[in-house]
């Protein structure tokens, strides 16, 4: 089973309307959690942490659920613009190894 | 800040040239790292550093990588001999501490011929 895993998608969203993603972690001693967006040919870029409260950034909601071990990423009102790949990371306790998903392409549809 | 900087942005070699990346971190980030991505198995870290010395490697591929950091400001990635099979995007990142995620530079678009 791999560490992190992710809906590879793609998912085809209509412009406006609400996307959620969900990703799976297998280590429960994972300690750290992120979102990132990656564009298509850029780097990955933090779009988010994850804190244990869950937290809210303008459209954008982190929820971190350590019973069953996932995190999930809610985009509200999406926008064009917020098409590209995203994905998850965990780093696990007393580490700095950032492991990642595969990601999840969204596409926005005007 | 001017970010993660890496040097090249693309290389094409022949297989079994040697290639090296390089990378300058955001200053007063102590850790680094080198991850190697591709279509087929994503993000893979290769190594980091803390502190200028080398923590976990256990993600090299093979013996054709090895990477140094001889001080806070700067490291390498060296592949020798390159091969077909190395072809793929090397990104290098760093980092302040673990509660803060990573800054990722442009990366390498590495094409092994």
């Known amino acids: 089973r791999k560490e992190v895993e992710q809906d590879p998608g793609p998912f085809n969203v209509p412009e406006g309307a609400t996307v959620a993603f969900n990703c799976t972690y297998s280590n429960s001693a994972s300690q750290s959690f992120f979102w990132y967006r990656q564009d298509c040919r850029k780097e990955p870029k933090l779009l988010m942490s994850v804190y244990s409260s869950g937290n809210e950034d303008g459209r954008f909601t982190a929820q971190l659920n350590r019973a069953s071990q996932y995190i999930s990423l809610l985009i509200r009102d999406s926008k064009l613009s917020d098409s590209a790949t995203y994905l998850c990371a965990v780093i696990l306790i007393g580490n700095e190894k950032l492991t990642f998903g595969t990601g999840t392409r969204l596409t926005i549809i005007p | 800040d001017a970010g993660v900087i890496q040097s090249p942005r693309h290389e094409v070699t022949e297989m079994g040239q040697e290639v090296t990346l390089r990378c300058k971190p955001i200053?007063?980030?102590?850790?680094l790292f080198w991850y190697r991505q591709t279509m087929m198995r994503g993000l893979e870290l290769l190594i980091y550093f803390n502190n200028n010395v080398p923590i976990d490697d256990s993600g090299m591929p093979e013996d054709r990588f090895s990477a140094k950091m001889p001080n806070a400001s700067f490291s390498t990635l060296k592949i020798q001999p390159s091969e077909p099979r190395d072809s793929a995007v090397y990104f290098c990142?760093?980092?302040?501490?673990?509660?803060?995620?990573?800054?990722f530079g442009s990366g390498t678009r590495l094409t092994v011929v």
């Open positions: 990142a760093s980092s302040p501490g673990q509660l803060y995620g990573y800054t």
């Open positions: 200053s007063g980030h102590n850790s």
